[in-house]
């Protein structure tokens, strides 16, 4: 482990030439190194600091394609490094924390192994639940594990406020549980869509939003009803930013003022180059710093 360290290290000294591409209100910050260079976001310390990661897949199962899926707690370990000098207060992670299983027994080790490499970090977390999660769980079995009450809820934290929501039912309000889905038809339900508006109506803060499965336009990635829900995030005039996983890739998309930021999946590729996760800063002003790490982006965008 400390030779994958030095060299990831002696990466990211050499990654430090950063190149700048604008792109309307966003700036895209190349291979930005962590505490790297001068802030383009605020000089002022950050209201909000948070670590992310996503798709971890984790499983004892052997590799299949690109997807590595006993890696991932190497991987974690090393985001767990640099997140030890970010400093976050709260750790995110979007979703598939597990890959499928046959039965719930083994799926329970998988998680059971999982959230004790999330434990060593030390850090107050948050789950979006991914299809994979409950693919052979039901959620509250996925939520025992993880230790958190709901699958959907909000909190506030240094004066932003964060919504996390869960888009695993089907079209007809069914929860995902116990293989009874099309990963291809995710929903918000009905239900959740209430509470949504009643949050964010109850809520002048600048908002984050955390869900796995996107809300911006990307086809069957996205959230069946994803169109409702951006109207809604819209409406509330105050949605900074969603984060949200799935499709294992680097995008982003400005639609009606919000960004939508999909990151990289951890479970892609062999370690160590092909990891991916990133530490984010939000400030009072509405600006919002995300350094990448590894196959992760980075960007600034300021409000």
């Known amino acids: ?24 209100s966003c700036v895209l910050l190349t291979a930005l190194m962590a505490g790297g260079g001068a802030s383009l976001a605020a000089a002022t310390d950050p209201a909000v600091k948070f670590g992310l990661v996503t798709d971890l897949h984790h499983a004892d199962k052997d590799t299949a394609g690109s997807r590595h899926y006993r890696e ?4 974690l370990a090393e985001a767990g490094l640099e997140f030890n000098k970010f400093k976050p207060e709260f750790l995110v992670c979007l979703g598939d924390l597990i890959d499928a299983a046959a039965d719930v027994e083994t799926e329970l080790g998988y998680l059971t192994r999982i959230v004790k490499e999330f434990d060593k970090l030390n850090l107050p977390r948050h789950f979006a639940l991914g299809n994979h999660c409950v693919d052979t769980l039901t959620k509250a079995e996925f939520l025992k594990g993880v230790g958190q009450e709901k699958s959907y809820y909000s909190f506030d934290k240094g004066g932003i406020h964060f919504v996390v929501l869960d888009a695993c039912f089907r079209s007809d309000g069914m929860p995902y549980q116990r293989k009874n889905f099309d990963w291809t038809d995710p929903n918000l339900s009905a239900q959740e869509v209430e509470w949504l508006k009643d949050d964010l109506a109850n809520n002048k803060s600048p908002t984050v939003v955390f869900v796995h ?15 409702v829900v951006r109207g809604i995030l819209e409406k509330a005039g105050n949605v900074l930013a969603v984060f949200q996983g799935h499709s294992h890739e680097n995008s982003h998309q400005l639609i009606g003022g919000i960004h939508y930021c999909t990151m990289v999946a951890m479970v892609e590729g062999s370690f160590e180059q092909s990891n991916g996760f990133s530490s984010i800063s939000v400030f009072e002003d509405g600006t919002i710093r995300l350094t990448g790490f590894r196959k992760q982006k980075s960007y600034t965008w300021e409000n």
């Open 72 to 75: 991932s707690i190497r991987k």
């Open 1 to 24: 482990m400390s030779s994958d360290v030095s060299k990831y290290n002696r990466m990211q000294n050499t990654a430090n030439r950063r190149i700048f591409l604008a792109d309307g």
């Open 213 to 227: 499965q996107r809300l911006d336009d990307a086809g069957v990635y996205s959230a069946k009803n994803a169109p």
